[in-house]
């Protein structure tokens, strides 16, 4: 059983993003019409024609605007951890719809709207985790600009709405080349994670201040990922060697809504959407469990393998660990240290050790590979082929799919570019970084 978190309200737990955000708001300005004319039911005022959010963005609904961001995360980091497995080589599309398999081929055109404006739900990636960037910074800059007199837990709302603010940019920075924020100039991925690293700097501090261990462990993992990603390997490493044995943050699910559900489970075990990608299948592993179906996805061609980590659309995704800040810290340490640290993490899930060595391309393919095992549809190994050089798995060239012709080639795509969206409506992401 996935444990709760303590500090994390049950509203936000079950609350639908955009959804709950617009009834809450819409519920809270009627309530507040209703109590200045007495009246003895809802039902007596009528809905006005326009709602200032303004007038919602109040202390008194602070945790209302945190807990909406969150939720935007939540919907976002599904959808990213699939369409960011489809182009890792995690899991292989099976559907007729061929607009999705440009993840799969890895040759998205910056032009294709299913990667650049849809929602989390249809598996979007550029607009969704831009807007959970948003709404997150929207509610850190509320917050910076009340007190704790107005807010009495504002401290661990800051903490909050900072910590989904740099995994929002962790998310644009590791997924896309370039990305651009609040109508500015294209950004590289580096710059992106330095931006991240200052907003998990503004969590741990709030997150001490309000004295919440979990939510210092959690903004420590998103640094040290950050920092990992920013090629700062002494820094992650202070960072990752903070967080204690045994701690998992989870992003939860509810099987009940669409915007909640599991993406994982719903795309593979029941929609039959996704297959899971030949490198995964019969491994042995405890890591990454998979099932041969003997069917055939909805394209009733490519074999069915379903996953078992997630058990159903309720089953909660880990975003942060003290498992991934261990193997920050083996990366970041190098060496036969980072062997060890490794062998540790491997007993305890009664593996055999790995060899010894001192090589360093042996050494790194050990990271690569425990990373991908540990972290399996976690949405961490797409920037892991970027960043460690990892094969791509098929190789750009290879006929599109392994069990049948689609059509195309696979591509050589390690990022999502930036879209055209994006840099046609935003005069000032129109040209690429400098340099």
Not at 30 to 43: K, M, V, W
Not at 48 to 56: E, F, K, N, V, W
Not at 286 to 310: C, I, M, N, S
Not at 348 to 374: C, F, M
Request: charged content about 20%; overall charge negative; proline content about 6%.
């Amino acid at each position: 059983m996935m444990p709760n978190d303590s500090y994390r309200p049950i509203d936000m737990q079950t609350r639908t993003a955009r959804t709950a955000r617009t009834k809450a708001w819409a519920f809270l300005s009627i309530a507040t019409i209703c109590f200045a004319a007495a009246c003895s039911n809802l039902l007596d005022v009528k809905s006005p024609d326009a709602i200032d959010p303004g007038s919602l963005e109040i202390p008194a609904n602070a945790s209302l605007l945190v807990n909406s961001a969150i939720g935007d995360f939540f919907c976002t980091y599904g959808s990213y951890v699939v369409a960011s497995g489809l182009m890792s080589g995690e899991l292989e599309d099976g559907t007729l719809t061929a607009a999705r398999w440009s993840y799969d081929r890895r040759d998205l055109d910056p032009n294709e709207s299913l990667y650049s404006t849809d929602d989390c739900t249809s598996l979007g990636t550029y607009t969704p985790i831009s807007t959970s960037r948003f709404t997150a910074d929207h509610a850190l800059g509320l917050l910076e600009g009340w007190s704790d007199t107005d807010v009495s837990d504002r401290q661990e709302l800051i903490a909050k709405a900072a910590t989904f603010a740099g995994y929002s940019r962790i998310l644009l920075g590791e997924g896309f080349c370039t990305a651009a924020i609040d109508l500015g100039p294209q950004l590289t991925s580096q710059q992106i994670f330095e931006l991240a690293i200052g907003k998990f700097d503004t969590a741990v501090t709030a997150a001490q201040t309000a004295g919440v261990d979990s939510l210092v462990n959690l903004a420590l993992v998103g640094r040290a990922r950050a920092e990992l990603d920013a090629g700062n390997k002494a820094a992650a490493a202070t960072d990752a060697a903070l967080v204690p044995s045994g701690f998992v943050y989870y992003v939860t699910s509810d099987k009940g809504t669409a915007q909640r559900e599991n993406r994982v489970y719903s795309e593979n075990n029941a929609g039959h959407s996704v297959t899971i990608a030949p490198a995964y299948r019969g491994l042995g592993d405890p890591r990454v469990p998979v099932t041969d179906e003997h069917r055939a996805a909805g394209d009733e061609q490519t074999p069915l393998f379903t996953q078992g980590k997630y058990i159903d659309g309720s089953a909660s995704i880990p975003l942060a660990s003290y498992i991934e800040a261990q193997l920050i810290l083996a990366e970041a340490t190098g060496g036969s240290g980072a062997i060890t640290i490794l062998n540790n993490l491997r007993s305890t899930a009664s593996l055999a050790p790995l060899a010894s060595s001192s090589d360093p391309a042996v050494i790194n393919a050990d990271i690569g590979q425990e990373r991908a095992r540990w972290l399996w549809l976690q949405g961490t190994h797409y920037f892991d082929v970027r960043r460690l050089g990892l094969p791509l798995v098929p190789a750009a060239g290879t006929p599109y799919t392994p069990e049948y012709t689609k059509g195309g080639e696979y591509g050589s795509q390690t990022c999502m570019p930036i879209p055209a969206v994006e840099t046609n409506n935003n005069p000032n992401a129109r040209n690429p970084p400098a340099g």
